[in-house]
């Protein structure tokens, strides 16, 4: 067999490039350094005890809710560090439909993360809080309350200074 040397093989096209990337409003965390800490600390404090693929479940649908692509693509690479699985990650989206994926203790915080995140729909109705309540010690309970409203105080930070997605690795804080 011969191989032909002077034929060139041609490099493909370039794709198409992506959109730019807006800046930021506000470096928020320089100009609030001691809130950003206290932020930080909190976040420390409220995923003591979870499971770490539950805590990262519950903190990438809030951020779906929320439209924070900063906390989604944080969370979804934290979610795979921590090893979960690319499905179920992908799934999350459409939980409801899509139940056969997660325990019915996952779907009881998926369900209690939405009502938490979503108070404009009225206050967390009894029967999601029972469920929750149901799958949880009080004490967990408690926990996964705090992890539902810490990661929604950062989806408004990230959303309204417009903080941009895709520079974060599994391992970086902020």
Not at 13 to 29: F, I, N
Not at 58 to 81: E, F, G, P, W, Y
Not at 103 to 128: Q, S
């Amino acid at each position: 067999m011969t191989i032909d040397t002077t034929t060139r093989i041609e490099a493909t096209p370039s794709p198409t490039p992506y959109a730019p990337e807006p800046p930021a409003r506000l470096e928020w965390a320089k100009h609030a350094p001691e809130v950003y800490k206290a932020m930080i600390r909190l976040d420390a404090a409220a995923k003591r005890g979870l499971d770490p693929k539950l805590y990262e479940l519950v903190k990438i649908r809030a951020s779906q809710i929320n439209h924070c692509a900063l906390c989604i693509d944080m969370h979804t690479k934290d979610a795979l560090a921590a090893g979960e699985s690319v499905e179920r990650i992908v799934q999350l989206s459409a939980w409801e439909e899509s139940r056969a994926f997660y325990t019915e203790r996952e779907l009881a915080a998926l369900e209690l993360t939405e009502a938490v995140t979503v108070l404009t729909d009225g206050f967390v109705p009894d029967e999601v809080y029972e469920k929750a309540a149901a799958h949880f010690e009080e004490a967990e309970l408690a926990q996964l309350i705090a992890a539902i409203a810490v990661i929604n105080a950062w989806n408004r930070f990230g959303v309204t200074c417009r903080m941009a997605p895709g520079h974060y690795r599994p391992g970086q804080h902020g």
